[in-house]
Structure formats: C-alpha cells, structure tokens
C-alpha cells in the first residue's frame, strides 16, 4: 500500500460486515485517512477479496485477511466494528501496538471495563456504542429531561433494529439508560424492550412517563453511513489525542 505522506493509517476490523463495508463507502469523503488493512473473520470466503470491492465501491488494493497484528504495524488508528467475542484480544493489540482505537462493537462483556482501562493508559480509545451526531444529542437530552422530571415518571426504552443484531437491549439503549441514570440518580430504574426483524437500521426511544402526561424522546437513523461518518470523523479526532478513554461527546466538544 502506497501512502501520501501526513495520511493516517487505517485499520478497519470488522471489514466485510455491515458497518465495516459502510466505512469503506464512506471513506473516500476522508482525503487525510488512508486504508492500510482490512480485517475479517477467520473462516470467511472473502479472504484475499478487495475490500473496496467488496464493499461495492472502486478496487483499493488492500485485499481482506485475518491476523490484526501484523495489520497494526505502521497503522495509526483502528476503528473495530465486529463482534464483542473478540473484543478484549482486539483492545490488547491495539494498546501493544500503540495504535489509537475506536471501539464500535458493542455487547461488550463484563470483563471489558477492566481491559479497557488498562489500554487507555496506553492509547488513545473511544468507546461508543453509536456514532451518529443525532444520538449523542439525544443522550444530552435524556440526561436533561431525567434531571428535570421527578421521580414519579418512569423512564422506558425502546429500540428496534434488524434480523442480524446480534446484541439485546442495544448498546445504544444502554448508553441512553447510562445518560437518564446521569441525570436522575444511580439508583433510579430503567426498563428496556427491544425489537428485531427487517432491515431497520436503528430506532430508539425514550419515554417518560408520569402521571397525567408522557415525553417522548426519538431517533431513528435510516442509513448505517451515519454511523460510518462519525466513526471516520471520531477516528480523525482521536489520532490528535493523547491516550486516555474518550466518549463521543469529547469529540464534538461537548462535556
Ligand atoms: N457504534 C456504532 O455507531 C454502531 C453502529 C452500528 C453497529 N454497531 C455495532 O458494530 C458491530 C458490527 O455490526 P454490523 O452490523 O456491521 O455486524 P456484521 O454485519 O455482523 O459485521 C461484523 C463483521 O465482523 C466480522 N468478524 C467476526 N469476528 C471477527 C474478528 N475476530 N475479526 C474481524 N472481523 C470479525 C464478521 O465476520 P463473520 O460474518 O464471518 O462472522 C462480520 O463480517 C455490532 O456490535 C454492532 O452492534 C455499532
């Protein structure tokens, strides 16, 4: 792979799925980003396929393989949408390697918090369960609206997606859980319902409600390359940071 010089070596883990193929489409609209490896599961036939291809856009050269170590030398940031199985391995390479990560899978299993503490003393790491624009305002807005309405409204979450996720509730509902439980109190009780089935990107709402009246709070993304542009916009933010763990309220400035 030829590099230009000042462009930041991408990693793409998870590369043949759904996020994975979105970030190649989009990643063109990010001249200072340039694909250094693509990384897919091990028993995949879609080993040793272009990845650009793959994804339904130009050829690009970098064909999808397996082995995230080798792929991480020279890299300078990582962006892993695959599964949470191999999340902590991923984590670990990353921070062996000093190469920034930004961690989209989500599900992530209880040893995880552990594994990524330890790692953000080493990189940069960005964990977030959703990264469009719409839903880090949104977790403001539960934040706020948990805080302001009493204790007598009960908060619900309900989110939708489709056939193939694999996570329930989503990780996405949780952080939204995360950001009400910010507001109204640790203590405070959240209930979750989910929906699967379709092709449904991403819908999730929040409702409050109490006596006598009932706020609702929503957001539905319709296209996964929402998710794939902040990710590459996130991605470039994180290179210029120092390590530490960071959330995506960091990245647009927010506190
Ligand atoms: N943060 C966000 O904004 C956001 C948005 C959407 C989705 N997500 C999350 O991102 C993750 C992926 O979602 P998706 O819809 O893209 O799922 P997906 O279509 O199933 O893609 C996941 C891909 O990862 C591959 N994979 C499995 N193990 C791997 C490994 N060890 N190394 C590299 N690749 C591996 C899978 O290959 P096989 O098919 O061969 O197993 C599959 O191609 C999920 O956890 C989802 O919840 C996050």
New binding site residues.
């Given amino acids: 792979v030829t590099v230009a010089a000042g462009r930041t070596r991408l990693v793409i883990?998870?590369?043949?799925?759904?996020?994975?193929t979105?970030l190649m489409r989009v990643l063109e609209q990010f001249p200072q980003l340039q694909l250094h490896a693509a990384?897919?599961?091990?028993?995949?036939a879609?080993l040793g396929r272009d990845s650009g291809e793959l994804a339904g856009t130009a050829p690009n050269g970098v064909r999808l393989s397996?082995g995230?170590g080798p792929a991480l030398r020279g890299a300078g940031l990582a962006l892993?949408?695959?599964?949470?199985?191999?999340s902590a391995?991923?984590v670990r390479a990353c921070a062996t390697a000093g190469v920034p990560l930004l961690l989209?899978?989500?599900?992530l299993g209880p040893e995880m918090p552990a594994i990524l503490e330890a790692a953000a003393t080493q990189i940069p790491l960005l964990v977030?369960?959703?990264?469009?624009l719409g839903?880090a305002v949104l977790q403001e807005l539960v934040q706020q609206a948990a805080a302001s309405l009493g204790e007598d409204f009960d908060i619900q979450i309900q989110e939708t997606h489709?056939r193939?996720?694999?996570?329930s509730p989503?990780?996405?509902a949780l952080a939204l859980g995360a950001a009400a439980l910010a507001g109204r109190g640790p203590t405070a009780a959240v209930g979750y319902a989910s929906l699967r089935g379709g092709d449904v990107v991403?819908e999730h709402e929040i409702h409050f409600l109490g006596p006598g009246e009932r706020l609702r709070l929503a957001h539905s993304a319709t296209d996964?390359s929402v998710?794939a542009r902040?990710?590459l916009r996130a991605g470039c933010w994180l290179v210029r940071q120092g390590p530490g763990r960071y959330r995506m309220a960091d990245v647009l400035g927010k506190k």
């Avoid at 892993?80 to 191999?86: E, I, P």
């Avoid at 977030?128 to 469009?132: F, K, M």
């Avoid at 193939?164 to 996570?167: E, I, Q, T």
């Fill in positions: 883990i998870g590369a043949a799925g759904r996020m994975g979105s990384i897919a599961a091990g028993a995949r879609v397996t995230l892993d949408y695959s599964v949470a199985t191999a391995a991923t989209g899978t989500t599900g977030a369960a959703n990264t469009s839903v489709h193939g996720k694999l996570d989503s990780g996405t991403g996964r998710f902040g990710a």
